[in-house]
């Protein structure tokens, strides 16, 4: 696995509260570390700064928010579900491997304009864009 390290660090440095960016930033640029990172991943949506919770069907949230932004395609996982982090995938597949797996997962689309994060519990699933 070769994580980005780049399109991390913006997720980091723009959707996750500012207390708690250096730290991770310091875990993801080692592979010893990272672990460090994911594994907080399941109970993290405290963590999310100005995300908003998705109370209704999350296929069709998404899907619109990526219509209106003009993002298609493939998107960056970073999850604690080892066969799913650090990848670059297709939006279905990534969705539909994500979803209800009840494993920490951050989605990122675009080039971190839109982050869906789906956490451990059932309703534990929040998105936000980019400066909005």
Known sequence: MNPDLNIESKVIENFIVKSKRERYLQFIKKEKTRKKFTDELAH??????????????EWAVIDERLKRLGLTGEC??????????????????ALTQAIGMGMGTLIVFGN???VFYEGEGPSDRWIKELNK
């Open 44 to 57: 993290f949506s405290d963590q999310l700064e100005l995300f908003e919770e998705i109370k209704t069907n």
């Open 112 to 114: 971190a304009e839109l």
């Open 76 to 93: 960056y996982v970073i999850s604690e579900n080892k066969e799913l982090d650090g990848k670059r995938m297709e939006t279905e597949k």
